[in-house]
């Protein structure tokens, strides 16, 4: 079930770091659980780029919803995904909390920035007060307890390291806590050091005696790459790769058009692609056999 779901995320991530991937549809989503991913991500950066829009907040809670959905009964895995600014404020915030749920999502994480946001890694972002914010993190973890009893996972993301410095990273992620935040997501940091630093600052902090910490491992981005090792050591439970699968599969797509315009058939490209029998297999597919997804079983098939 979903709350399961939930309880099972919150396990996951008890003295553990685990490496989440962004799943960006349902295949993705089988092929990261068949290669031993116990969690995944959803991220608003691979939904927007897959749907052919930028990151600017362009997509809404439905367009969310309908990823998070396939990811979730295709995985049967603990889904965490990103909800951006919340997609507005007061009830409409508490609304992304109980549509996630009912989606399939154990947890989302909502920001700081000022609505329409932009991707964590490019400059030029804006913050909303913190107070501001911290009263949008106290709604969703209101509707968390209404809608799963409180195990739903609210992250809070702050983008404040390029907009008003490391300092304010950890008074801001401290003033979410306060709101009741289960996570904190500190975004854009540029080194590892920042890293432990702010783990550092927040370890222990808070009613619950301290935040599950979220990293954010992008490319191309204002973040050196950082071993999960590391993360755990420095107190990580989660590390997201959110766009990593789209970038793969978006480049050998590109490669597949190239060469198909170039030489009038696909034939060079054959070796390069998912065969019938591959494809079958990850998708739990006999012909002839009943077919069911996999959180409907105690197991996976
Ligand atoms: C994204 O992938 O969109 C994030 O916010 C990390």
């Not at 996951?12 to 991913?37: H, K, Q, Y």
């Not at 009912?102 to 909502?110: C, E, N, P, T, V």
Request: proline share 4%; charged share 25%; with cysteine.
């Amino acid at each position: 079930s979903f709350l399961n779901n939930c309880k099972t995320f919150r396990k996951l991530m008890t003295n553990d770091c685990i490496m989440v991937p962004g799943a960006f549809n349902g295949m993705s989503a089988r092929i990261a659980a068949e290669n031993g991913f116990k969690s995944l991500y959803v991220s608003g950066a691979a939904v927007t780029a897959s749907t052919g829009v930028p990151d600017i907040g362009l997509v809404t809670l439905d367009g969310f919803c309908k990823v998070i959905k396939e990811v979730s009964m295709a995985s049967g895995l603990p889904v965490i995904a990103d909800a951006d600014t919340g997609f507005g404020e007061g009830e409409m915030c508490a609304r992304t909390v109980w549509d996630y749920f009912q989606a399939g999502a154990s947890g989302l994480h909502i920001e700081d920035q000022v609505f329409p946001k932009r991707c964590g890694h490019l400059d030029g972002k804006a913050l909303v007060p913190k107070e501001d914010f911290a009263k949008k993190v106290q709604i969703a973890v209101d509707a968390s307890k209404k809608c799963s009893d409180g195990e739903f996972v609210i992250c809070a993301r702050t983008d404040a390291r390029s907009v008003e410095g490391l300092d304010a990273v950890i008074e801001r992620s401290k003033a979410y806590i306060d709101a009741g935040a289960d996570m904190i997501f500190p975004e854009g940091l540029n080194t590892a050091e920042e890293f432990r630093v702010v783990a550092q600052a927040l370890k222990g902090y808070g009613p619950k005696g301290g935040p599950y910490l979220l990293a954010n491992m992008t490319e191309f981005g204002k973040t050196p790459y950082i071993h999960v090792n590391d993360f755990k050591s420095w107190g990580y439970n989660i590390v997201i790769y959110p766009v990593s699968s789209l970038r793969v599969a978006m480049k050998a797509v590109d490669d597949l058009f190239k060469q198909l315009a170039a030489d009038g058939t696909q034939e060079k490209s054959v070796p390069d692609m998912q065969t019938r029998k591959q494809l079958y297999s990850t998708l739990g597919y006999t012909p002839g056999v009943e077919w069911i997804y996999p959180n409907m079983t105690t197991k996976r098939n």
